[in-house]
């Protein structure tokens, strides 16, 4: 399995550059940033969902930090 990322940008949204996330050549979802200016990963497929980034990296963080890796 092989993640890339490409760079891009949203004509829907005034052209705004965001970033897709692809796995084997298959889009899975979007970094952008918000309304509010905040990052924000959107997945593709099933129910529309948008994680603050700020938030997710912080429990990544905590996450990394608090369970130890195998």
Not at 26 to 29: K, L, M, N, P, W
């Given at each position: 399995m092989a993640w890339t990322a490409d760079i891009t940008n949203d004509p829907t949204r005034n052209f705004e550059l965001y970033v897709e996330l692809l796995e084997d050549d298959?889009?899975?979802?979007r970094l952008?940033?918000?309304a509010a200016g905040e990052?924000?990963?959107a997945f593709y497929g099933g129910?529309?969902?948008q994680i603050p980034w700020?938030?997710?990296s912080?429990?990544?963080s905590?996450?990394?930090q608090d369970v130890p890796r195998r």
């Open positions: 298959r889009y899975r979802a952008r940033r918000s990052l924000e990963l129910e529309a969902c700020t938030w997710l912080g429990i990544v905590r996450f990394e």
